[in-house]
């Protein structure tokens, strides 16, 4: 575990205590110890109180990005794992069978994964990745969330990466777009409420699909 932190200017960090995730640069007021864009980092407020821990890209405006606010947690594979049940557990609770061809499995920042958002379109998921920090957990989270779907039965065929869009180069990361494990059709068909589409998950809007 790291053992980098920043401390916050005083009067900095205002999304952050508000309930946000972010971190933005002008809010920073030193970086101590050694730490590369991408990696865990402690956040201490200017009076040296602990805020929590998250990853850091000093090529982004937004510098910071939570993963826990609790001291001593440890960012590993498991912790990972649980973030990612729990979002699957919640969509599980929430939406009802039948409306269950579609849905975001991952909505970043809102299931503590900041800047991974992942859909499932019929037995596809769509994973886009658009923040550094996050990135380099991508596989282990698309594998958790096949794995966990599948404890509720939902077989995934494929996987596809659209993490094309422009928000990556403010994050000093290249685009990618393509097929994560073997390929397949990536017409996809899906039911909305009673209404058959077929989503590109390759071509299409975002993640392949928007209404």
């Known amino acids: 575990m790291t053992d980098a932190y920043i401390t916050l200017k005083k009067g900095g960090g205002r999304t952050l205590k508000a309930g946000g995730a972010w971190i933005y640069d002008n809010e920073i007021d030193s970086v101590t110890g050694d730490v ?35 001291k001593g947690t440890q960012i590993d594979d498991a912790f990972i794992k649980m973030r990612v049940k729990n979002a699957i557990d919640y969509r ?24 991974i958002v ?30 966990i779907l599948g404890e509720y039965g939902y077989n995934i065929r494929g996987v596809y990466e659209r993490s094309d869009a422009k928000v990556r180069d403010l994050e000093g990361m290249p685009r990618i777009k393509g097929f994560i494990g073997d390929e397949f059709e990536t017409k996809v068909q899906i039911e909305e409420n009673g209404v058959r589409y077929i989503v590109d998950v390759q071509d299409g809007q975002k993640t392949g699909f928007f209404p």
């Open 36 to 70: 590369a864009d991408g990696e865990l980092v402690h956040v201490h407020d200017f009076d040296g109180y602990y805020m929590g821990i998250g990853f850091i890209n000093r090529k982004s405006k937004i510098t910071v990005r939570m993963m826990s606010r609790v």
């Open 118 to 147: 992942i859909d499932k379109f019929a037995d596809i998921l769509v994973v886009q990745s658009l923040a550094l920090g996050i990135d380099k957990f991508k596989l282990k989270i698309v594998e958790f969330a096949r794995e």
């Open 92 to 115: 599980m609770a929430v939406i009802k069978e039948e409306d269950r061809s579609a849905f975001r499995v991952i909505f970043g920042e809102a299931d503590w994964l900041p800047g």
